[in-house]
């Protein structure tokens, strides 16, 4: 073990040629065997790499922000900070947390509906100048607080107001009145912002709509005296190439319509779930086990695969890592540690719950298992988009251990990206790794 600081405040596991992300779950399910089966998270920070350079392939004229309510782990924040990307934060913490690795004050967007009066003064203070706007009553706050701030209106879109019951974002027919009553305080106007959301079955018309509204905005602020020079469309990239190649076919040909490279406007995207969901993935332990509608064959007193059903409970539920599923995203299904499958088991109709005896903690409704025993682990791929926070604070566990990862290809891909290592990277102690 080779530590390139004294005292890290992560350290990431750097994975020699052959080793896979599957071989370091296998050891520290090894180690927790030992121990307390702890629930642990493993991530792999050249995913992050990955997905970056994928990201500029695809999308090249995009300009990355990255939410950091998506997942505010301090390595994601630093590797993403290395690669150059923008930041979206909610509030002063996120904010603090992104200033502390280095990302310069324009690179930062503040954004909130309703912003609290402490976290505008504190953009002030440390001269983040973008912050997002979407009502009169947040622009007084600004104006007040932060006289210098260039503002982007948050226009509503149709896509999102069929997904949500709350209207967040201002409508075309209001944006004049918005319009006027900055340049009445003297706040800038700089772009607009929008969010078509991932769930969205037509992408093509719900750019259509949200584009062309944005280009009215556009041109009634450059009739008021604003520069409006950014626009942002928002997040909704779930992760999947296929899923951006279908945004970016719908959005190419409206940006070269609407907003041409000629007319200087810098188009931002905020995709967050894109870079970071699989990049984690979480161990659990199975900690009880139920069998459900079980009939036995008197002749042979076997059990009829058909009949059999099992539940299980995990040691993390909804109130822990899974806590997305409250929100009604679905949790894709487990795959079983290795020790578990034999060639000449079947599978079952299983369900998984958290450790809770509450109604609300299921994790996954149904899926097809091997039998498995109290003891058994199971691993959740795609667990990245959640801050770490709830890894510790909402668990079950006091705190989960979280292992980085890089293998040595993406090690050196991230140097060839331009990366400074030497300098963004000096929180982290690499070690070598091998199986």
Known sequence: MKGLVDKPSYIVELLEKGVTLEDVID????????????????????????????????????????????????????????????????????????????VPPENIILSGVFKQLAHIKHAAKNNIQHLMCENEAELSKISRLHPRAKLLLQLTTEAHAAETSMAFGF?????????????????????????????????PQAYTHALSDARCVFDMGLDLGFNMNILDIGGGFTGSEGQLKQVESAVR????????PLSGVQVLAQPGSFYVASAFSLAVNVVGKKVMNRHWDSLTQGM????????????????????????????????????????????????????????????????????????DWLCFSNMGVCGLEEFSCLSSSPQLPVYYTVSTCDWYRMQGAGVALDSAMKNVSMVRYSV
Request: charged share 20%; with cysteine.
């Open 27 to 102: 050891v520290h399910i090894c180690e927790q065997a030992l121990v307390e089966k702890s629930a642990f998270v493993v991530g792999d920070l050249g995913a992050l790499m990955r997905q970056h350079v994928y990201w500029q392939s695809a999308v090249p004229r995009m300009q990355p922000y990255y939410p950091v309510k998506c997942n505010s782990s301090p390595a994601v924040i630093e590797v993403l900070a290395s690669l150059g990307l923008g930041f979206i934060c909610a509030n002063k913490t996120e904010a603090s947390l992104v200033l502390e690795h280095g």
């Open 171 to 203: 409508s075309l027919k209001s944006c004049r009145h918005l319009l006027e009553a900055a340049k009445e305080l003297g706040v800038e106007v700089v772009g607009v912002t929008f969010h078509i959301p991932s769930s969205c079955q037509d992408l």
């Open 253 to 260: 040909p409206l940006l070269d319509a609407y907003f041409p």
């Open 304 to 375: 009829n695969n058909e009949d059999a059903e099992f539940l299980y409970h995990m040691n993390e539920g909804v109130y822990g890592p899974f806590s997305r599923k409250l929100l009604g995203n679905c949790i894709a299904a487990p795959s079983v540690h290795k020790h578990v499958l034999r060639a000449e088991e079947g599978v079952y109709p299983s369900s998984l719950w958290g450790p809770s005896l509450d109604q609300l903690d299921q994790v996954v409704e149904r899926c097809l298992l091997p039998e498995l025993s109290v003891g």
